[in-house]
């Protein structure tokens, strides 16, 4: 599989963005999917996950101003956040997993090359 995440860019706090992320392979609709960022300096975390059935989590930092969903059609998922803030300026990357892949990035086989998302104040 291979995953290629596009959307970000330099956005003002406030601001809406989507990421996309699309993959390739034919057994898309079986992997978890998942979103994680990493900021300079920090580790690399999760930000959402959605399994193949739908199920959905969200980190608590960006809970109730994101919304994560897929198109097995179109072998895509797409992150989208509102109400951005300067914190939120980091590398995104998507990632794909068997159905066991949870919170960790360790629990992921397959990455994108990120997307840098840079928030101004």
């Known amino acids: 599989v291979q995953l290629q995440a596009s959307g970000g860019g330099l956005v003002q706090a406030g601001d809406s963005l989507r990421l996309s992320c699309t993959a390739s392979?034919?057994?898309?609709?079986?992997?978890?999917l998942g979103w994680f960022r990493q900021a300079p300096g920090k580790d690399r975390d999760i930000v959402a996950r959605?399994?193949?059935?739908?199920?959905?989590y969200f980190a608590e930092s960006v809970k109730g101003r994101s919304t994560i969903s897929r198109d097995n059609a179109e072998n895509t998922v797409y992150l989208q956040m509102s109400s951005l803030k300067p914190e939120d300026t980091a590398t995104y990357y998507c990632?794909?997993?068997?159905?066991?892949?949870?919170?960790?990035?360790?629990?992921?086989?397959?990455w994108g090359p990120g997307t840098l998302v840079t928030v101004s104040s």
């Open positions: 990632a794909a997993g068997g159905v066991r892949a949870g919170l960790l990035d360790m629990e992921y086989q397959y």
């Open positions: 392979g034919r057994t898309f609709s079986s992997y978890v």
């Open positions: 959605i399994s193949g059935s739908g199920s959905i």
